[in-house]
């Protein structure tokens, strides 16, 4: 969870909140466009010079998207730092609209860093996530005093229901794309998706020439922990066996589930004394989680290093399957 401290100006004093993690999604070129339409619609319709979208780190508010007015002084990835009592600190703080008709007749705002732009009337609002976590604001300033109508506040509100729509469809989108690619059970990549990733591994092969080794793997003696000691129990079982596994790959090594308990893992590498080294170092992984332990459990494997004249990533795994078949076969 990230979490940061923004300042109160009226309070005069800050206040923890949280803002957007890095697991959530990045806002589409689409979304951006209709995002701009909407600043530049009400730039036009309430007549003010600026109409922005913030975006709030842990040390900064950024100007993510403006309205295209030439009358508008900020710049998209303008910053500035946080504990400034910026309006949209307040706005995010309090987490409710702040309506400032005139900052100079105010002793709070007289001061505020918006007054070097002469923004001195603002109106804004909260943007959040569908979790709470905030995104940042959205708000529009005049250079004049402005008293803000019912009507105009409404229209900002309408705008921030749309905008928060379209990041809450983001995360919806973004986790039915995870839940199409990844096994349920196990948390790692299904068939598909160990297939496609595999795919990809081929083609950066025979353009860079990027060595890696298909291994496919099953757990032995899967069924009598399944006939033994039950379903549930094989399902931790797997679970477990999944996690420690992919604990101890690196980077650009993957390993997915291709059905029951047998598994489909890439290494980055072909070499033969390195991938002694991994399996080992797996099997003694395994050894040291208390509910694998306590099974027993270990695993057969069958290795296709790749080489120049693969053509397909059916030859590799037919090549990983028959090897795995004939470990199992020689208890080796």
């Known amino acids: 969870m990230n979490q940061t401290d923004v300042f109160l100006r009226e309070h005069n004093r800050y206040k923890r909140i949280k803002y957007s993690a890095r697991t959530k999604p990045s806002v589409s070129k689409d979304i951006i466009k209709k995002w701009q339409d909407i600043l530049n619609a009400t730039a036009e319709l309430l007549d003010v010079p600026a109409s922005l979208i913030m975006r709030i780190n842990e040390t900064h508010l950024e100007v993510f998207l403006k309205s295209d ?20 600190e307040t706005v995010i703080g309090e987490d409710k609209p702040l309506h400032i008709p005139n900052a100079l007749q105010s002793p709070t705002w007289q001061d505020n860093p918006d007054i070097k732009l002469n923004m001195i009337a603002y109106y804004g609002l909260p943007i959040k996530w569908k979790d709470g976590e905030v995104f940042g604001t959205i708000c529009v300033l005049d250079n004049t005093e ?16 749309g905008i928060e729509t379209d990041l809450h469809n983001l995360e919806l989108i973004k986790n039915l794309r995870y839940i199409s690619r990844h096994d349920p059970l196990t948390n790692i ?13 081929l083609i950066n092969y025979k353009k860079e020439k990027a060595d890696f080794t298909v291994v496919m793997i099953d757990i032995k ?13 094989g399902d931790d079982v797997l679970k477990a066996f999944a996690k420690t596994l992919k604990a101890e790959l690196n980077d650009n090594e993957y390993i997915g589930r291709i059905g029951g308990d047998e598994f489909l893992m890439v290494l980055n590498h072909r070499d ?21 332990a306590k099974h027993d459990v270990s695993f057969a494997c069958g290795l296709a290093p790749v080489k120049p004249e693969v053509k397909s990533i059916n030859e590799l795994i037919n090549k990983a399957d028959r090897r795995l078949v004939e470990n199992k076969r020689s208890k080796n």
Not at 189 to 201: C, F, G, Q
Not at 221 to 233: S, T
Not at 272 to 292: G, Y
């Open 146 to 161: 402005r008293h803000f109508s019912a009507k105009h506040r409404q229209l900002l509100e309408l705008f921030k229901a």
């Open 272 to 292: 033969n004394k390195k991938i002694t080294a991994n399996m080992d170092a797996m099997a003694q992984a395994l050894k040291r989680h208390p509910l694998l």
């Open 221 to 233: 003696n899967f069924k009598q922990i399944n006939d033994n000691f039950g379903h549930q129990v």
């Open 69 to 88: 007015l030439p009358s508008n002084p900020y710049t998209e990835g303008d910053q500035d730092s946080l504990g400034h009592g910026l309006y949209c």
């Open 189 to 201: 990549p299904n068939r598909r998706h160990i297939l496609s990733l595999l795919e990809t591994t």
